[in-house]
């Protein structure tokens, strides 16, 4: 999905911290966000800014993992945009790293990029809704709480006219 830009010179790209940890095990440190463009060119937002979309943009979130301890289960990792009422806009669900991290191999001390896409349907209502991220067992669905609560709410994204 592109060419990945970690830093400007020599300075991280802005991020924001979030510290969460669930069964002492798996530690999400921080997430950035950018907004794709013309030719899927996405533009990393500063991490004090509201998040703006139209239908058909994409937001593109990265987590960054680290392994505490060996999880002890597999676990799925849910990014969703959704509304006061429950609808959701736009939703991945993958285990980390697209699948080729899954969290039953995770060993402490590792690190992980892990990168989620988000496209607005047409025909989405305009409106805030929530950014959050839900992680849950692979096998049973159950949620896995982080230390924080059950989900991590990111903010808002606002979605509007062009």
């Given at each position: 999905?592109?060419?990945?830009?970690?830093?400007?010179?020599?300075?991280?790209?802005?991020?924001v911290r979030i510290g969460?940890?669930?069964?002492?095990?798996?530690?999400?440190?921080?997430v950035e966000f950018a907004?794709?463009?013309?030719?899927?060119?996405?533009?990393?937002?500063?991490?004090?800014?509201d998040i703006y979309l139209e239908p058909t943009q994409t937001l593109r979130v990265t987590l960054y993992?680290?392994?505490?301890?060996k999880p002890i289960g597999n676990r799925t990792v849910s990014v969703r945009i959704i509304d006061e009422t429950g609808w959701i806009s736009a939703q991945q669900d993958s285990t980390p790293s697209n699948g080729r991290?899954?969290?039953?191999?995770?060993?402490p001390g590792w690190y992980f990029r892990d990168v989620y896409y988000l496209t607005i349907p047409e025909g989405t209502a305009i409106g805030n809704k929530d950014l959050s991220?839900?992680?849950y067992d692979s096998t049973?669905?159950?949620?896995v709480p982080f230390d924080l609560g059950d989900d991590l709410s990111f903010g808002q994204v606002t979605i509007h006219t062009p």
């Open positions: 999905h592109g060419v990945f830009l970690f830093s400007t010179g020599g300075k991280q790209l802005p991020s969460a940890t669930a069964e002492n095990s798996i530690f999400l440190d921080r907004v794709g463009g013309e030719r899927q060119v996405y533009k990393t937002l500063n991490s004090d800014k993992w680290r392994a505490l301890n991290r899954s969290t039953i191999v995770w060993e991220l839900r992680l049973t669905r159950e949620r």
